[in-house]
Nanobody, 124 residues
């Protein structure tokens, strides 16, 4: 069992930046692929980015390529999402996710654990 807790959300102006963090419980964090999803009001949850167990490989949705960067620190059981050049369309609840011994991609969005989400609001 794994618990995921997101933090770092908030309200920013268009063009601004935010850094989200996801802290995971357990001693086997490095055995999980990690990722971020988001859900805007009235829309389905969508894949944003995934990262493999070691952090050597990443997969980004086209909508965030060049603006978002995912990273992980296995020693701290934490995954990060650095968001820059934010747009109003980025407004959503952002969810951290974990997949045991697997990679989360846009083609494989099944996950084993979800965080409760953190709100990101971008105003223009």
């Amino acid at each position: 069992q794994v618990q995921l807790v997101e933090s770092g959300g908030g309200s920013v102006q268009a063009g601004g930046s935010l850094r989200l963090s996801c802290a995971a419980s357990g001693r086997t964090f490095s055995s999980y692929g990690m990722g971020w999803f988001r859900q805007a009001p009235g829309k389905e949850r969508e894949f944003v980015v995934g990262i493999n167990l070691s952090g050597s490989t990443t997969y980004y949705a086209d909508s965030v390529k060049g603006r978002y960067t995912i990273s992980r620190d296995n020693a701290k059981n934490t995954v990060y999402l650095q968001m820059s050049s934010l747009k109003p369309d980025d407004t959503a609840v952002y969810y951290c996710a974990a997949k045991f011994a697997g990679i989360i991609t846009i083609r494989n969005t099944n996950v084993d654990y979800w965080g409760r989400g953190t709100q990101v609001t971008v105003s223009s």
